[in-house]
């Protein structure tokens, strides 16, 4: 009688993990958490020191960003600096620059009208200063942004795209952001104090 053989088992190979693989699984998961703890807790940074952007200037600014091309957060940054989010009071400045974006009102309603000389402040009757058929006549930066049929420098929405307007005509979409930001206040310390928030901004939001 044979003797029945023992069966023959195949050996399973044991793969083993790549070490790059090991390493990468907590470089993955720091990472995660840091895009959760930076979204998160960023903002909530900005608040506590008296940073953070109101948020119903938000829209205003992405509606402003889709029609001049000028990033939301660039207008955000010029609107920090000048008025503290229209907060200041009073929204004049020592030269006469006017609202929530400080526009002198030669800028705003253009320097070609007659009464344009000078410091920039002009001489309109208030109809004149808002009238957007003016504005454009006399090549000014001012726009009714709202569509109430006045241009109103002292408006949040008419101030910020009338910013948006200034800064894209001087090549703030176009990759000339610093010379823009020049234009709108011929300051070196004044660029740079607008380049701090833009910067923070992007990155808070």
């Known amino acids: 009688m044979k003797q029945k053989k023992g069966k023959k088992y195949k ?7 790549s070490p790059f693989i090991l390493l990468l699984v907590p470089i993955i998961v720091l990472s995660l958490y840091c895009i959760v703890h930076y979204e998160i807790k960023e903002p909530k940074k900005l608040e506590i020191d008296g940073y953070l952007i109101p948020e119903k200037f938000i829209p205003i600014y992405k509606a ?19 008025t503290r989010f229209s907060t200041m009071n009073p929204m004049i400045s020592p030269v006469g ?20 000389e000078g410091n920039g402040k002009g001489k309109f009757s208030k109809s004149e200063k808002e009238d957007p058929k003016m504005i454009k006549k006399y090549g000014g930066y001012g726009v009714d942004a709202n569509g109430d049929g006045k241009a109103d420098v002292w408006n949040d929405e008419d101030a910020i795209f009338s910013a948006a307007n200034y800064l894209f005509q001087n090549g703030a979409a176009n990759g000339k952001l610093k010379k823009a930001i020049f234009s709108y ?3 070196e310390q004044y660029v740079k104090d607008v380049m701090h928030y833009i910067t923070l901004y992007k990155k808070a939001y």
Do not use: D, I
């Open 11 to 17: 050996k399973r190979k044991v793969k083993r993990q």
């Open 64 to 82: 402003a960003e889709k029609k001049y091309g000028v990033p939301w957060y660039v207008l955000a940054a010029h609107h920090r600096v000048e």
């Open 97 to 116: 620059a006017e609202g929530p974006m400080q526009f002198m009102p030669c800028t705003f309603v253009g320097w070609s009208h007659p009464s344009c």
């Open 185 to 187: 206040n011929h300051s």
